[in-house]
C-alpha cells in the first residue's frame, strides 16, 4: 500500500511539475520523473506472488508469469529514452538563439 502511494505521488510529481515549471529542461525532466513513475506504477501492478517464470519454472500446473508486460515496459522505456534525446536537441537548438530557456521568455521574443 505504501509503495502504491509513493508510485502515485511520483507521478503526480512530474506531471505538476511539467504544468508549473517554466523552464523547459525542468519541464523535460519532470516528463522523465512522471515516465518513470508510470512505469514502477505498471511493475508494481504487475508484480505478483506466487508466479511462476515459464521458462525455468520446473512446475507443471500453476499460474505463470506473461512476459508480454516485460516487452511492454522495455519497450516503454526506450521510446521514454529516445523522446527524451529528441527534446533535449530540441532544447540545445533553441538555446543557440534565446538567452534565457523561460517559456514566457520565448513566447514574447517569438511573437510577431
Known amino acids: ?5 509513493f508510485v502515485f ?4 510529481l512530474g506531471f505538476f511539475g511539467i504544468i508549473f ?18 512505469v514502477a506504477c505498471y511493475v508494481v501492478l504487475a508484480a505478483r506472488e506466487g508466479l511462476f517464470t515459464p521458462i525455468v519454472a520446473d512446475a507443471q500446473k500453476g499460474a ?6 516485460q516487452a ?12 527524451q534525446a529528441l527534446m533535449l536537441t530540441g532544447v ?12 514566457s521568455e520565448i513566447e514574447k521574443s517569438n511573437m510577431p
Not at 92 to 103: C, I, R, S
Open 92 to 103: 540545445m537548438k533553441l538555446a543557440q538563439n534565446n538567452p534565457t530557456l523561460e517559456t
Open 21 to 38: 515549471k517554466k523552464n523547459l529542461v525542468m519541464k523535460i525532466i519532470s516528463m522523465d520523473v512522471m515516465s518513470t513513475g508510470v
Open 9 to 12: 505521488l511520483t507521478i503526480l
Open 72 to 83: 511492454v515496459i522495455l519497450t516503454a522505456i526506450v521510446i521514454g529514452l529516445s523522446i
Open 64 to 69: 505463470y508469469a506473461d512476459p508480454v508486460p
Open 1 to 5: 500500500m505504501v509503495l502504491e502511494a
